[in-house]
């Protein structure tokens, strides 16, 4: 494959549109920017509108289920169906806020725009495998560092648009932006020169893939690591409100005078936390390159997270308002959350094979429906049902150390499981 990927252009072919399609996509974590907004619109419940977000994370997960084999046999195809579903459901979405029909937000924003998401994110990995045969990891790192970094690029535009031309036609204007992003991404897509695809040896039963222990080990890690994150992310904003609040400089201020005060603060760290899940996405797909196995990338997000969480609990960080540990704690977790993503189509391509990886790949991201729905209500009931409700956030902490421990031994499962099924990779780059 190395000698096929040397023929053409593999950034025009592969990277750059790649990212033309995962950073309009990766719009979906700008979803706080405008949901109370469209609730305010709506007359409708936070609660209620939040529906929309968790359906979108759902459809991601589970089209990216069933479109593999779509994208094993026709990636145009793919591509422009992502771009349809993406750009309809989003433009579908203002149409519904402007005629006041929230069950229309649902099936724009979550269904629609939501099986867009899912096959948009598939779409582009084994494209980049195919090309980068080499550096796998730095490949899909790369593409999938734009699903991360969208976040901290269309933030500040939506906020700009919503205060110039309103919430409605913010969502006019980047629909149309987007779909001329998606559609050169459409456009510049291609395979390698000389590869084909074959379905005798490209398909695969997904029902004997579900029957193999090493990919529900992967399946649980993969899980696991998108509860936690969700479920600490979820709560970020809040846990930044009560160490603040407890600091010298801001303890005497007046509610409107701390929000004031701390809205640059707590803006700046979101911001790097958007860096760190960039830089984890690159970051840890890279060094998988560089490793015998590349489910020792998990064994060390695990074990990173489970310190940070650990020495939380130890010094009552938050409690004790000790604002380097809790930063310390978003930013690591943050980063090995992204890092999880990116390392993933090769972990499955270490395991089940280069020309199976669409469909093995898809079937997984079934995981992040689930966590998707299970992340932030995780978090939400610790929280709630703390009995110290003075420190309720310092309760959540213990529960992430406990499901990242259980992480760290399905990962380690599938390292003994691969090894006893004979997948022993190739020798790492160096």
């Given at each position: 494959?190395?000698?096929?990927?040397?023929a053409g252009n593999?950034?025009?072919?592969?990277?750059?549109?790649?990212?033309?399609?995962?950073?309009?996509?990766?719009?979906?974590?700008?979803?706080?920017?405008?949901?109370?907004?469209?609730?305010?619109?709506?007359?409708?419940?936070?609660?209620?509108?939040?529906?929309?977000?968790?359906?979108?994370?759902?459809?991601?997960?589970?089209?990216?289920?069933?479109?593999?084999?779509?994208?094993?046999?026709?990636?145009?195809?793919?591509?422009?169906?992502?771009?349809?579903?993406?750009?309809?459901?989003?433009?579908?979405?203002?149409?519904?806020?402007?005629?006041?029909?929230?069950?229309?937000?649902?099936?724009?924003?979550?269904?629609?725009?939501?099986?867009?998401?899912?096959?948009?994110?598939?779409?582009?990995?084994?494209?980049?495998?195919?090309?980068?045969?080499?550096?796998?990891?730095?490949?899909?790192?790369?593409?999938?560092?734009?699903?991360?970094?969208?976040?901290?690029?269309?933030?500040?535009?939506?906020?700009?648009?919503?205060?110039?031309?309103?919430?409605?036609?913010?969502?006019?204007?980047?629909a149309a932006v987007?779909?001329v992003m998606m559609?050169?991404?459409?456009?510049?897509?291609?395979?390698?020169?000389?590869?084909?695809?074959?379905?005798?040896?490209?398909?695969?039963?997904?029902?004997?893939?579900?029957?193999?222990?090493?990919?529900?080990?992967?399946?649980?890690?993969?899980?696991?690591?998108?509860?936690?994150?969700?479920?600490?992310?979820?709560?970020?904003?809040?846990?930044?409100?009560?160490?603040?609040?407890?600091?010298?400089?801001?303890?005497?201020?007046?509610?409107?005078?701390?929000?004031?005060?701390?809205?640059?603060?707590?803006?700046?760290?979101?911001?790097?936390?958007?860096?760190?899940?960039?830089?984890?996405?690159?970051?840890?797909?890279?060094?998988?390159?560089?490793?015998?196995?590349?489910?020792?990338?998990?064994?060390?997000?695990?074990?990173?997270?489970?310190?940070?969480?650990?020495?939380?609990?130890?010094?009552?960080?938050?409690?004790?308002?000790?604002?380097?540990?809790?930063?310390?704690?978003?930013?690591?977790?943050?980063?090995?959350?992204?890092?999880?993503?990116?390392?993933?189509?090769?972990?499955?391509?270490?395991?089940?094979?280069?020309?199976?990886?669409?469909?093995?790949?898809?079937?997984?991201?079934?995981?992040?429906?689930?966590?998707?729905?299970?992340?932030?209500?995780?978090?939400?009931?610790?929280?709630?049902?703390?009995?110290?409700?003075?420190?309720?956030?310092?309760?959540?902490?213990?529960?992430?150390?406990?499901?990242?421990?259980?992480?760290?031994?399905?990962?380690?499962?599938?390292?003994?499981?691969?090894?006893?099924?004979?997948?022993?990779?190739?020798?790492?780059?160096?």
């Open positions: 494959m190395a000698r096929i990927a040397s593999r950034w025009t072919s592969a990277i750059i549109p790649a990212l033309l399609i995962h950073i309009p996509i990766g719009t979906v974590y700008c979803w706080s920017v405008f949901k109370q907004l469209i609730a305010d619109r709506l007359h409708a419940a936070p609660a209620s509108v939040e529906w929309a977000f968790s359906l979108a994370i759902f459809f991601l997960g589970m089209s990216a289920a069933f479109a593999g084999p779509m994208v094993e046999r026709n990636i145009k195809r793919s591509a422009f169906v992502s771009m349809v579903c993406f750009v309809v459901g989003f433009a579908g979405t203002g149409v519904s806020i402007a005629a006041g029909f929230l069950p229309g937000v649902f099936i724009c924003y979550g269904a629609i725009m939501g099986v867009g998401l899912g096959v948009g994110y598939l779409t582009p990995v084994k494209n980049l495998m195919l090309w980068f045969s080499d550096n796998k990891g730095l490949a899909t790192g790369i593409a999938v560092a734009g699903f991360g970094l969208a976040k901290a690029i269309a933030s500040p535009l939506m906020e700009y648009l919503i205060g110039t031309v309103g919430l409605v036609s913010m969502f006019f204007v980047l987007y779909a559609l050169v991404g459409f456009l510049f897509i291609r395979r390698p020169a000389g590869w084909t695809y074959d379905p005798a040896t490209s398909h695969v039963s997904r029902v004997s893939i579900l029957k193999k222990p090493v990919f529900w080990g992967i399946w649980i890690a993969f899980y696991l690591n998108i509860t936690c994150g969700l479920a600490l992310i979820s709560q970020e904003k809040d846990i930044l409100h009560d160490v603040l609040a407890a600091l010298p400089q801001y303890a005497a201020l007046a509610p409107s005078d701390f929000a004031a005060a701390t809205a640059g603060v707590i803006g700046l760290v979101l911001a790097i936390d958007s860096v760190f899940n960039t830089a984890g996405r690159v970051g840890f797909s890279t060094l998988s390159d560089h490793l015998k196995r590349r489910e020792t990338v998990y064994q060390v997000i695990f074990i990173m997270s489970i310190l940070v969480c650990l020495l939380q609990v130890a010094l009552n960080s938050i409690g004790n308002a000790l604002l380097w540990a809790v930063l310390a704690m978003l930013f690591l977790i943050n980063a090995g959350y992204g890092g999880g993503f990116s390392t993933l189509p090769v972990l499955l391509d270490q395991h089940f094979g280069t020309k199976t990886v669409s469909t093995t790949h898809g079937l997984t991201l079934s995981a992040w429906a689930f966590a998707g729905l299970s992340g932030n209500q995780l978090a939400s009931f610790v929280v709630t049902h703390s009995p110290d409700q003075t420190h309720r956030y310092s309760a959540l902490i213990p529960v992430l150390a406990v499901l990242f421990t259980v992480a760290l031994l399905c990962a380690t499962l599938v390292t003994v499981a691969g090894k006893h099924a004979g997948h022993e990779p190739d020798a790492p780059r160096v």
